[in-house]
């Protein structure tokens, strides 16, 4: 069956899932205005390094740094290099490493300082619409349910989801079937076997849907410039209830105490 994994395997990806959310919880460590995105970069391959780990992104398809960070109106890809965050902006980082041969990919939204009350609403509603949809990832379901309960949620909440780009499967290869929309209807879709092993990460813009390549081939934002937020964590579908590869407990333990 495509994508399933062993018990050991999935063992091997909870490992390398969770070295992600601990690059994470050193980016929230040093994330704050004035610090360039090189520097999170620089931060981020030491740390996957130090821990035995090999970043997953750096080399990609060609892409050039550890991390993606991606800017208040960017979705997702940007490239780290001498842009300065200033307080009053989001950032989502999003990181994969390779340990023991399997990857791991996490990303996060984070606040610099101090932001505005209808952003942190947008983080908020994002990060929801991530747990709605992972409560569908568990055997006998359909993709379909996973996008269906995202769009749903994003869109009551007055917010747009992004349909170029997906969740998707994970294991030895960073891109694995099935591809997981975040928008959908109920009972279509892949259907989900035990042992499917996925990445949901919703990108959720606070206007509308439509995004446009920069010029650098790689950083990807919103048509109309309005904020956009991503999460996304891995996880391995099993009966009645996916099992979490990895959390963002460490992550929010460390913004909790800045």
């Known amino acids: ?127 929801e619409c991530l747990f709605l949809g992972a409560e569908k990832a568990y055997a006998g379901q359909r993709t379909g349910d996973i996008g269906f309960a995202i769009q749903q949620h994003a869109e009551a909440s007055g917010y747009s989801v992004v349909r170029e780009m997906v969740g998707h499967g994970i294991g030895k290869r960073l891109h694995e079937d099935p591809e997981v929309p975040n928008y959908g209807k109920k009972g279509t879709g892949k259907k989900l076997s035990k042992n499917m092993t996925i990445c949901i990460e919703p990108m959720i813009n606070m206007g509308a849907n439509k995004i446009v390549q920069e010029k650098d081939g790689w950083t990807v934002r919103t048509g109309d410039r309005k904020p956009s937020a991503h999460f996304e964590l891995p996880f391995a579908v099993k009966e009645g209830s996916p099992l979490f590869l990895s959390n963002f407990n460490d992550i929010e333990e460390v913004l909790n105490q800045k």
């Open 1 to 127: 069956m495509d994508n399933c994994k062993t018990d050991e395997e999935i063992e091997l990806l909870k490992l390398s899932n969770q070295l992600v959310t601990k690059t994470l919880a050193e980016m929230a460590k040093v994330i704050q205005p004035e610090v360039t995105t090189k520097f999170l970069d620089r931060i981020a391959e030491q740390f996957i390094r130090d821990h035995h780990g090999i970043p997953g992104f750096l080399g990609y398809n060609g892409f050039p740094a550890t991390l993606c960070t991606s800017i208040n109106c960017q979705v997702v890809h940007g490239i780290p290099g001498d842009i300065v965050i200033k307080e009053g902006d989001i950032i989502s980082v999003d990181c994969g490493v390779i340990l023991n041969g399997f990857y791991g990919d996490c990303a996060f939204t984070f606040a610099v300082g101090l932001i505005s009350e209808e952003v942190k609403r947008l983080l908020r509603v994002t990060k």
